[in-house]
């Protein structure tokens, strides 16, 4: 039975703690991606989560301090001004792009501040892996009890389609490794049960991520894997010799099984989903008319090749490139490679190993699909903005916590922030 007491006292808490309500609208706003199958329902979440911090100003404490913070805001502001000459923009679609813009910018401050408090594991990221532990289980019942046409996973909530669903479970399960990490650190204050559930959360995930069949999925899981594990025990100097000479065998690996007729009926079943058709109709398309400065954030993308309509350009950076040219690709690159640096230097601190595993598994993603950056809460978030938050907030914490030696999982507790 509800305690009506216990209610009203959670509810004047929230109200004397503003940071505390944002980090719980950010957990409810991931949750409703995986299990609501209302899209106004996250959104709306997001929105209260940007009135919460436009009438928080400490909220933006981290990121008007950290140089990725302005690096954030400069791509935002680039892509919202590529509006100005895109072609026949329609005003609705141009105000929902800069409420989109204005509703992101707002989560990166809010998830950067719990960060920089030393609050994103405990009260995000243990919430986040145990959903998507439930909403894999879910998942795989449903793909088991009626399978789909396709015989391929769908996720429940947002995530109907099997590419968006391998990226989800991938960042599920990230979080979810994540946390078993940390539960082995010593003073974690993991308990047998949460550890198990954190167990059955990775299991499902990882398994969710296989029946999707997405390859781009499978590799995904693999190198953000790969960088969680690995980083818990390098130098950050061995760390970036090893991933240089990990994913050079990895594509060679990847080469000789697209190669080899035999393999690549495993690995490609489908072929190349007219990919490469796609990508050279793009890249033509803005090159021939807006190389520089791209053809604006509300371009349709829609690209015709092979006789066919494809819905997008099936990749990130060539969207980007297709929507902000030159320039928008240049910034995108250098927050991307900012962000990457800012973590390598932290690698001993948890958060900063996980973020930078998610970094990872989206870097894989994208060359072979998305298509917008400013979008919705969903999977981009998880595997771009979360990292660049992530950063953003270590950057402002004490530099003596970024230099210390790792010693388990109290490393990435409740940090002061620089000055306090």
Avoid at 248 to 269: F, I, K, M
Avoid at 272 to 300: E, H, K, M, Q, Y
Avoid at 301 to 322: G, Q, W
């Amino acid at each position: 039975m509800i305690d009506s007491k216990q209610v009203v006292r959670t509810l004047a808490a929230l109200h004397r703690d503003p940071e505390r309500l944002a980090d719980l609208l950010i957990v409810v706003g991931f949750a409703a991606v995986l299990f609501s199958p209302l899209g106004a329902l996250p959104r709306l979440v997001t929105y209260l989560l940007a009135v919460l911090a436009l009438c928080r100003a400490a909220l933006w404490r981290a990121p008007s301090r950290a140089p990725l913070g302005w690096a954030a805001g400069l791509l935002l502001g680039y892509l919202l001004l590529s509006l100005l000459w895109a072609e026949a923009v329609e005003p609705t679609s141009a105000t929902r792009l800069c409420v989109r813009a204005l509703v992101l910018a707002c989560f990166v401050a809010a998830f950067a501040d719990c960060v920089r408090r030393g609050q994103a594991r405990r009260r995000i990221g243990r919430w986040f892996a145990l959903c998507g532990g439930a909403a894999a289980v879910f998942a795989i019942a449903a793909f088991w009890a009626r399978p789909p046409e396709m015989g391929r996973l769908l996720g429940p909530g947002q995530l109907g389609n099997e590419l968006v669903a391998a990226q989800a479970f991938t960042a599920c399960f990230l979080f979810a490794l994540d946390g078993l990490q940390r539960s082995g650190a010593g003073r974690s204050g993991h308990g047998p049960v949460l550890v198990g559930l954190l167990v059955a959360s990775a299991a499902a995930s990882a398994a969710a991520v296989a029946l999707a069949g997405a390859r781009t999925g499978w590799l995904a899981l693999l190198v953000g894997a790969g960088v969680l594990l690995v980083a818990r025990v390098e130098t950050p100097r061995r760390f970036l010799r090893f991933g240089v000479l990990s994913l050079a065998v990895l594509a060679a690996l990847v080469a000789a099984l697209v190669w080899n007729d035999g393999t690549r009926e495993w690995l490609l079943p489908r072929g190349w989903s007219f990919r490469p058709a796609i990508w050279r109709a793009v890249f033509a398309d803005t090159v021939a008319n807006a190389p520089w400065f791209g053809r604006g954030l509300s371009v349709d993308a829609k690209v015709a090749a092979a006789d066919f309509t494809f819905l997008h350009p099936h990749s990130l950076y060539l969207s980007i490139f297709h929507q902000a040219g030159v320039v928008g690709l240049a910034l995108f690159g250098s927050l991307l490679a900012g962000t990457a640096a800012s973590l390598l230097r932290r690698l001993r601190l948890p958060d900063a190993r996980l973020a930078l595993a998610l970094l990872a598994a989206g870097a894989v993603v994208w060359l072979l699909d998305g298509h917008q950056l400013v979008h919705k809460i969903g999977v981009v978030w998880w595997l771009f903005w979360v990292p660049v938050a992530t950063a953003i907030g270590l950057s402002g914490q004490s530099n003596a916590d970024v230099s210390a030696p790792a010693r388990g999982d109290h490393a990435a507790g409740p940090v002061p922030a620089a000055g306090t």
